[in-house]
């Protein structure tokens, strides 16, 4: 049989049922487009958390109370007194830790927040001027907090661009007063978009100065909920670390490090167990996709296998006339990979155009990879060989004197 008439034969055998043909890819097809916009999903998600994690500041260390155990940014279990990082410990690790480019200490929390008739429920943080190179915010209008208003506790706020959306839609925020747990502050600047979401959100914020959170706030001035702070470079995150953390087991007058009232997280790190989580999270969608795939190829050898008895007096007759084994094995295999490559393309393109549409319209971030649309296309190509081999074989070793017997 030469290449011509195999794939005539390949195209007379599938158009002969277009419906059946039709319905029999739309498995593989469902299957492809799934594992396509169920990785795209994993993978967009791993990018946008990676991308915000960066954008909180370079070379980033924090240091936050109580101790973390496993992925998470400033939480604490409960392990160590909320109140075990003080001001003090900041000083000391000013002051004796080298390689510090910039240090900032931190009172955060979320209230619910009125301007105007308005209210929004965001984090106010607590913050020194040094919070700006530290987690690399930028003013995009008016200013930030000073030294001036964090010695003289004066009550003036900074607010992030969706704060500034949700507080005072459209009016110029600067000059504006908001209320946060019964104080008044006077809204001096608007910080320029980073863009995020949840509670993460850098646009979604309220800096006031440090001494008014410790105050007017929480009512203590003797501790801070975090300390943030920027290494001189990406090689140094390490001594840093290592040595704030010798640094505050001393002072803690601990002697087990895995005592420790304390935690301290490097960015590195930080991305590097937020990749691990989102890594885990893709592999678990792009499965529960594969499934449909496995279903779409058990689709493949039910119609084949149908086909086969439909046309077992075609293949005694072929086989009486001198097609060989291999002939008829070729034939029904190139039938059903072709069912999957198609169905493989056109599901990767919906997969595509799906992933393409849920970004655009901003319901979930997705990122396309070539290395995921390759792999799809080639399981669905292996499907076509896996599921379309038992069906062949059967069709080649038939009896051609029983097949022409068949009715």
């Known amino acids: 049989m030469t290449t011509a008439d195999l794939i005539h034969e390949t195209f007379s055998a599938l158009t002969a049922n277009k419906v059946r043909t039709a319905l029999t890819m739309l498995g593989i097809v469902i299957g492809i487009s799934s594992v396509i916009v169920m990785v795209s999903i994993g993978q967009g998600a791993q990018a946008s958390i990676q991308s915000s994690i960066q954008s909180i500041g370079s070379n980033l260390i924090v240091v936050s109370p109580g101790a973390t155990r496993g992925f998470g940014y400033g939480v604490s279990t409960g392990r160590g007194a909320s109140h075990t ?171 087990v490090a895995a005592n420790a009232d304390f935690n301290v997280l490097n960015q590195a790190s930080i991305v590097s167990a937020a990749s691990s989580v989102t890594g885990t ?35 005694g007759l072929r086989k009486a006339i001198g097609a060989k084994r291999h002939d008829i094995n070729t034939q ?32 979930l971030q997705t990122s396309i990879s070539m290395s995921s649309v390759i792999l799809a296309f080639g399981v669905s190509a292996a499907i076509g060989i896996v599921f379309g081999y038992y069906p062949a074989r059967r069709a080649s070793r038939l009896n051609p004197i029983e097949a022409l017997r068949y009715e």
């Open 85 to 255: 990082l003080t001001t003090d410990d900041v000083t000391a690790i000013s002051s004796e830790v080298q390689n510090i480019a910039a240090i900032s200490p931190e009172i955060s929390s979320r209230y619910q927040v009125t301007a105007k008739g308005t209210n929004t429920n965001t984090t106010v943080t607590g913050v020194e001027p040094a919070y700006t190179s530290v987690h690399n915010v930028t003013v995009g209008d008016g200013l930030f907090i000073t030294d001036q208003d964090v010695s003289s506790r004066n009550k003036v706020a900074v607010i992030g661009p969706t704060t500034a959306t949700d507080l005072f839609g459209t009016n110029e925020p600067v000059g504006q007063t908001l209320v946060v747990n019964g104080l008044q502050f006077r809204v001096v600047g608007v910080t320029q978009t980073k863009g995020g979401s949840g509670f993460g959100n850098q646009d979604d914020q309220i800096y006031i100065p440090l001494t008014d959170a410790q105050i007017f706030l929480i009512g203590d001035s003797t501790y801070v909920t975090s300390l943030s702070l920027s290494a001189t470079d990406s090689t140094a995150m390490t001594q840093v670390q290592d040595d704030i953390t010798s640094l505050l087991l001393a002072r803690h007058k601990i002697s």
């Open 281 to 315: 999270f893709t592999i678990l969608l792009g499965a529960v996709a594969g499934i449909s795939l496995l279903v779409g190829g058990i689709g493949i050898m039910n119609m084949m296998l149908t086909t086969v008895t439909e046309r077992t007096r075609e293949i």
């Open 332 to 363: 029904f295999l190139t039938e059903a990979v072709t069912l999957t490559v198609l169905g493989g393309a056109i599901g990767v393109a919906l997969g595509w155009l799906a992933a393409y549409v849920v970004s655009y319209l901003g319901i």
